[in-house]
């Protein structure tokens, strides 16, 4: 659920987590998402979710079918923000590296505001705290499913994408990328 993340989150074995719209606060810790998955859904989604829904695709079933079945998912409103950012308060924890890499599948589309508020943070789906210090690494990589629509803005740090090449197909990627330094392979 949206909300704040002291230490971060992290993903291992074949753990699937569905994010529901909103704002993800992660304070200190990052997000280390090993072999798990990581993808947004509507409030109300459309499908029956399993872990498939938004997962790699099984043995014999092709990736386009899994990415038919997570957009049904998220066919609307189902928009997230991750704020990255360090924990100020004691204890302190330092900003941590978003990571996506290995069997990691994540497909994340943008955030959409509710108020007037929330305006400037309209189509982001990951923002890091540009003063915080030391700046943590994005590195969306590996051989598992990766979807992103929207902006990544981390404009004191490194933005790291590519290595999707596997047998699940390569990654879609549908975003803007503001960012020191940015390395696509």
């Not at 890499?101 to 705290?129: C, H, L, R």
Request: hydrophobic letters at 40%.
């Amino acid at each position: 659920l949206p909300g704040r993340y002291i230490g971060g989150i992290n993903l291992s074995g074949q753990a699937v987590v569905f994010m529901k719209p909103g704002i993800y606060l992660i304070e200190g810790g990052g997000i280390d998402i090993g072999t798990g998955t990581l993808c947004t859904i509507d409030q109300a989604p459309t499908v029956t979710l399993t872990t498939t829904t938004c997962a790699a695709a099984t043995s014999g079933e092709l990736l386009s079918v899994t990415r038919a079945r997570w957009h049904q998912a998220c066919a609307t409103t189902c928009g997230v923000l991750i704020y990255n950012t360090q924990k100020d308060a004691a204890p302190t924890i330092a900003m941590g590296d978003i990571t996506m890499q290995g069997g990691a599948n994540f497909m994340a589309k943008p955030f959409i505001p509710t108020t007037s508020s929330e305006d400037p943070y309209k189509n982001i789906v990951i923002w890091q705290d540009r003063s915080a210090s030391p700046q943590g690494a994005i590195r969306l990589r590996g051989g598992g499913a990766l979807e992103i629509v929207g902006t990544v803005y981390s404009p004191h740090g490194t933005v790291d994408i590519g290595g999707n090449a596997s047998a699940n197909g390569p990654a879609q990627l549908t975003m803007q990328v503001i960012s020191n330094l940015i390395s696509v392979s």
